[in-house]
């Protein structure tokens, strides 16, 4: 993906997003990624957006937009969050998913890490970031280490709600402070 041919914008998630997220969540391709596999519904959304994004404010989350050459509107393709966040310890997990299955594989997954962890640091000042990956789900880790996070340890065999048992690894990234004066 380069610059001149692809764009890729984080917008914040409104309620009005809830059928996305819903959809792309009930896509079987995403749902295999979650440990959290039942239905996703409307009110579990809902919920989810008023007790931690309105509420406790301890989530973040954005919509994906990408944007081709060739389009005039950006289109929406997924979500990107931040989860639990501790702002004393300035940490949080990062999560991602990609909804729209004709935007896989084509290096979206890169750019939103790369924007989110900019989010992250400058908006948010976390300073570290964690992550639950599956092991067989090698497009996410390649993606994962491209943007710097860094395996830390083997969680053996975790429990999805579907009651299938995988091996996740845990992923950190330390978000490095911008320098004020880069001649310095």
């Known amino acids: 993906m380069t610059q001149d041919e692809e764009t890729v914008i984080l917008r914040p998630i409104t309620r009005e997003d809830t059928p996305l997220i819903v959809r792309w969540r009930n896509n079987p391709a995403v749902r295999a990624n979650f440990i959290f596999r039942k239905t996703f519904t409307d009110e579990m959304h809902l919920r989810w957006f008023s007790d931690h994004i309105e509420g406790a404010r301890d989530a973040v989350q ?19 969050y931040f989860r639990d966040i501790d702002r004393l310890k300035g940490r949080a997990e990062y999560g991602v998913l990609i909804g729209e299955d004709d935007a896989r594989g084509h290096g979206y997954g890169n750019e939103i890490a790369r924007l989110a962890c900019i989010r992250a640091r400058e908006e948010l000042g976390l300073r570290t970031l964690i992550l639950r990956v599956y092991c067989d789900n ?33 992923m950190e990234k330390t978000l490095t402070q911008k320098k004020e004066n880069p001649d310095a």
């Open 62 to 80: 954005w919509i994906v937009l990408a944007q081709t050459a060739e389009e005039k509107n950006p289109r929406p393709i997924g979500s990107v």
């Open 138 to 170: 090698r497009p996410a880790i390649r993606s994962y280490e491209h943007a710097g996070f860094v395996i830390i340890q083997k969680l053996p065999l975790v429990r999805s709600t579907d009651g299938e048992e995988k091996d996740m690894y845990l």
